[in-house]
């Protein structure tokens, strides 16, 4: 059974850093690229993040470049985001994701997690 | 960077068959997906590529594609259908990945 199970998020001031993480079981990690998606309250879904699957390529929104970082540990099976200079608009849940083939950053998202929620308040 | 556009709110009666639409550039060149999000949830894929159905996703539901748009059908909508519909697909230039605004979908 394919498992992503996120965590790390929180309160944290505006300017502050957090790291996410997601815990992925029931497939060989290795062999996909990951995506961070993001969901504010009472908003539509926004693409964060991706991953490929060699963590050599990395794909980011432009409302998050240069803040946010992805990377991944395929020896833990863990993929992560590490957020900077964060910003109240940054508050939202965030999900990761697995996509349906195994070549390219395609979208096409056959797996998520629950979600963890962020939340960026003086 | 390119958009999808989506109808905000679509009503349809129980059992009847509704459409649900996403366009934009980048549909002429990427198929799109589609996810159910019921609320307090993770979204669900429902479609993706030119018509593929993930396993566990009701025969109801199909796809289809013409220039910019892409389309989600479902087929004698059932009350379970009831749930926000999102599109996404690869950007024009490859390099990045864009959802629609969503659609609400209620089932009358």
């Known amino acids: 059974e394919v498992r992503l199970v996120e965590s790390g998020g929180g309160l944290v001031q505006p300017g502050g850093s957090l790291r996410l993480s997601c815990s992925a079981s029931?497939?060989?990690?290795?062999?996909?690229?990951l995506t961070w998606v993001r969901q504010a309250p009472g908003k539509g879904l926004e693409w964060v993040s991706s991953?490929?699957?060699?963590?050599?390529?990395?794909y980011y929104a432009d409302t998050v470049k240069g803040r946010f970082t992805s990377s991944r540990d395929d020896f833990t099976n863990t993929l992560y985001l590490q957020m900077k200079s964060l910003r109240v608009e940054d508050t939202a849940t965030y999900y990761c994701a697995k996509q349906v083939v195994t070549v390219g950053v395609t979208g096409q998202f056959d797996y998520w997690g629950q979600g963890t929620l962020v939340t960026v308040s003086a | 960077s390119s958009e999808l556009t989506q109808d905000p709110d679509v009503s349809v009666a129980l059992g009847q068959t509704v459409r649900i639409t996403c366009q934009g550039d980048?549909?002429?060149?990427?198929?799109a997906s589609w996810y159910q999000q019921k609320p307090g949830q993770a979204p669900v894929l429902v479609m993706y590529g030119k018509n593929n159905r993930p396993s566990g996703i009701p025969d109801r539901f199909s796809g289809s594609n013409s220039g910019n748009t892409a389309s989600l059908t479902i087929t004698g909508a059932q009350a379970d259908d009831e749930a926000d519909y999102y599109c996404d697909s690869r950007d024009t230039d490859g390099d990045h990945l864009v959802f629609g605004g969503g659609t609400k979908l209620t089932v009358l």
């Open positions: 980048s549909l002429r060149i990427h198929y």
């Open positions: 029931g497939f060989t990690f290795s062999n996909y690229a």
């Open positions: 991953i490929s699957s060699s963590g050599g390529r990395t």
